[in-house]
């Protein structure tokens, strides 16, 4: 191939192709995302899940999936998906995300499996290796330090060594040493001051050198920074491709001497590598309905493992069949099964909460009660309470609605509506048998929980999640999701409260790695829900637990549990080391082993977990390497992170344990760590300060630059108009329809210069900097330049 062509192939041809060369037999690959379902756009193309797409299976979002602890499960749902890839011509499935759930604010956490790294690596291993074994390849997202929307193609994540090997990379690193995926997407963001496309250190040094990554490195849509510096960085794919907008510039670079030839032909290796290995399908399968069909039992079953029981006083669930209900919420209608943004799948049925109460034959009426947008609606309201019946048991559907979880904007609050709050008061004046069915992807405060007997929170669960809910509160199936994320009390309780969001463009993480239970395990705080937490309508007694030593750091932890609760059931079993040593800063306790067992009434089973040197030891910076300190460490075999039922400990040899030289905040965590607390384990650092008007760049947004130049406050409103155009009822600006909100943050908040890569036309790379000249005041030198090659 000639160098134009190699660099050519490093690009995409489409939104979601790569290029074919059909003089060489080099055939183009399809990307597609979900990755709770397949994403397929045949028509015109979107990143944010505007556009049509192919009806395939709705699987439950990654936060219920990860609240199954369902290895095999996700192995099996993985398996579906890779073969619906197949059915649709797609090559590369881009999924699974996982990012640390950071805050609960972050607005895509239903994308994500949990706020705990080993829990989310190992879930996104089983998951990669179910779609993989169909010859369909994966891409690993968003690499790296994503944890927040706003502002997401321009923050800056500061995060210092010890939480990045800890806790923000761990579950990549799992799944690329343990499943091997054949892509992993860059994110958009900057982390340490460099663009994550452009990032040396990660995509080679870590992802390739140290874990043994042999795929290739895509970027997010739109992510790529400087061509130039992602080759030299090990950037092989840039998506979607920009039109060639780089082309010319890398070209100039190889004949320079500015940019080696060899890094290009290292990426070309890497996506031929990748077209090898995913472009030729396996036969499609004869019979595609029943596929569907097949998958769509398989959704309900995720479904059912993921759903979490939260209350049940007095064991008021599971219902009987022949009770009488007054089902009350306009979500147990219209139901939210999935969030909005790139991953919204257009599923091949729908059920609703009624749809599953049909199905039993339930005995009920409904009212709606409330609006899906979050408005008084006294007539609804009333007719609800009206409505209830003297000796029904009240279900009442609640939970997060679209505008308030979204891919490209974050959340400001943890409250459900309030719309919904007050009915449920108004519930609980009436009647005292109310059941609570939640859904919504991420934590939200519960101080309502007092006013409902039972609680069964449903995330984002799918085309079948209305049938698996009546499935659960029937009891057909006995509930065993558990809580991958900590419910705090409330929001002012989370570490970061004070500063997550304030200033999204240069992002400290202060509290290093004690997010979630991390943080409130050692701060002594309580929370709503315990990370772990779930209850069953059955009990499981632990017993009998040994730990035999294999090798000096290698441990087999074996335990027996028994179903001795009157109905069949499933148990997630936890195991969490406690470091008791004195030396590095670090969290009480950590998941290091988990497992699902499925134990009918009466039953006992033996479980064994395996302990490595990684389970005990902590990344020290300065030799840049895994340490393991001397001295005890605590082994707990628990129910829930808070829930301990066995515990033994085990003596390790290894360093001397010695106090970090850090601010005390890491070894207390009492208040909140400053950033001079911070400046202690990350480093000095420059803050970032704005660039004003005769400063502006190409880095700067609309949205930045709007109130302090006419040019661009006038492409805001052109913005504005545009988007409302295709997303609201009366075509006028509306920041309460998910749609435009996000549309809005997407197209005017990130560095204008993408504008160039997300939507070539018009906005080339040239006319961007001429307007960003023109806002500045610089017009002789903006039209010299814009004229001169
Ligand atoms: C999202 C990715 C997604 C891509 C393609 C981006 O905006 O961050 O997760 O895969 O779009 O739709």
Request: one cysteine or more; aromatic letters at 10%.
């Amino acid at each position: 191939m000639s160098l134009e062509e190699k660099i050519a192939l490093c690009s995409g041809a489409s939104f979601w192709m790569t290029k074919a060369f059909p003089q060489y037999e080099i055939p183009a690959l399809f990307l597609s995302d979900g990755p709770h379902g397949i994403r397929k756009q045949e028509g015109e193309a979107d990143h944010l899940g505007l556009n049509a797409s192919v009806q395939t299976t709705c699987f439950p979002t990654a936060s219920l999936l990860g609240a199954t602890w369902d290895e095999a499960l996700l192995t099996e749902i993985g398996e579906a998906l890779g073969r619906e890839a197949i059915q649709e011509d797609v090559n590369v499935i881009l999924g699974p995300g996982v990012n640390m759930k950071r805050s609960p604010l972050s607005g895509r956490n239903f994308e994500y499996f949990s706020e705990d790294p080993y829990l989310s690596g190992k879930l996104a291993a089983s998951w990669i290796k179910g779609v993989q074994r169909t010859g369909t390849g994966v891409s690993v997202k968003h690499f790296a330090g994503n944890s927040q929307e706003a502002k997401r193609m321009s923050s800056d994540s500061l995060i210092d060594e010890r939480a990045l090997r800890e806790y923000y990379l761990p579950a990549f690193e799992i799944a690329v040493k343990e499943a091997q995926p054949a892509t992993v997407m860059c994110s958009y963001n900057k982390l340490n001051g460099t663009y994550a496309s452009d990032h040396r250190e990660l995509l080679t040094d870590i992802l390739r050198e140290e874990w043994g990554f042999t795929g290739a490195v895509i970027t997010d849509w739109g992510a790529m920074n400087n061509r130039i510096e992602g080759f030299k960085a090990g950037l092989d794919l840039e998506m979607p491709g920009s039109k060639g907008a780089f082309d010319e510039l890398v070209h100039q670079a190889v004949l320079s001497g500015q940019l080696s030839e060899a890094n290009i032909d290292q990426s070309v290796l890497r996506i031929l590598q990748l077209i090898e290995r995913t472009a030729n399908h396996p036969e499609k399968q004869g019979n595609a309905q029943q596929m569907y069909n097949q998958h769509h039992e398989l959704a309900r079953k995720a479904a059912q493992g993921g759903g979490v029981l939260l209350k049940n006083e007095n064991s008021f669930l599971p219902l009987s069949k022949d009770q009488r209900l007054s089902v009350i919420g306009k979500l147990a209608e219209q139901p939210r099964y999935q969030g909005t943004g790139s991953s919204l799948v257009n599923p091949t049925q729908i059920y609703s909460f009624l749809d599953g109460l049909e199905q039993y034959g339930a005995d009920f009426s409904f009212f709606a009660g409330y609006e899906l947008e979050d408005a008084e609606n006294e007539e609804l309201l009333e007719a609800a309470i009206a409505g209830v019946e003297q000796d029904a048991t009240v279900i009442v559907v609640i939970g997060l609605t679209e505008i308030y979880e979204s891919e490209g904007f974050d959340r400001t609050t943890l409250s459900i509506p309030n719309n919904q709050i007050r009915l449920l008061s108004r519930l609980a004046e009436t009647t005292g048998n109310v059941i609570a069915i939640m859904v919504g992807g991420s934590a939200v405060e519960t101080p309502w929980m007092e006013k409902v007997r039972a609680c069964l929170h449903m995330q984002l669960s799918g085309q079948a999640g209305g049938l698996a809910a009546a499935d659960l509160l029937y009891g057909t199936v006995n509930p065993s999701g558990k809580l991958t994320e900590t419910f705090p009390l409330r929001l002012s309780d989370v570490v970061n409260a004070s500063y997550y969001g304030v200033d999204p463009k240069q992002v400290p993480y202060r509290e290093s790695m004690f997010t979630g239970y991390r943080y409130f395990d050692k701060a002594g705080k309580n929370v709503a829900f315990p990370f772990g937490f779930g209850l069953s309508y059955t009990t499981f007694a632990y017993d009998q637990l040994q730990v035999e030593r294999l090798k000096d750091n290698e441990f087999v932890v074996r335990l027996e549990v028994t179903n001795n609760g009157p109905s069949d059931g499933a148990e997630v079993v936890q195991l969490y080391v406690s470091r008791q040593t004195q030396g590095a800063y670090g969290p009480l306790k950590e998941l290091k082993g988990f497992a699902k067992l499925f134990l009918t009434s009466g039953e006992r089973q033996s479980v064994a977990l395996q302990l490595d040197k990684r389970s005990f030891a902590f990344y020290d910076p300065d030799s840049r390497d895994w340490l393991v300190e001397q001295g005890e460490y605590k082994i707990l075999l628990g129910s829930s992170s808070a829930d301990i039922r066995l515990e033994s400990s085990v003596h390790l040899e290894g360093i001397t344990p010695e106090k970090s030289a850090v601010n005390e905040w890491y070894y207390t965590l009492e208040g909140i760590p400053s950033l001079k607390d911070f400046k202690s384990v990350y480093g000095d650092f420059k803050p970032f300060i704005m660039p004003g008007k005769g400063r502006f760049t190409v880095e700067c947004s609309v949205f930045e630059m709007k109130d302090h130049s006419f040019i661009f406050k006038q492409f805001y409103k052109a913005i504005e108009r545009v988007i409302a155009k295709s997303t609201t009822a009366d075509g006028k600006p509306d920041y309460a329809n998910v749609h435009f909100k996000m549309l809005m943050a997407s197209a005017s908040d990130n560095p204008i210069r993408t504008m160039a890569l997300l939507s070539p036309g018009f906005l080339t790379f040239r006319r961007i900097q001429l307007l960003v000249d023109l806002a500045n005041g610089h017009w002789i030198k903006g039209f010299r330049r814009f004229f001169t090659k």
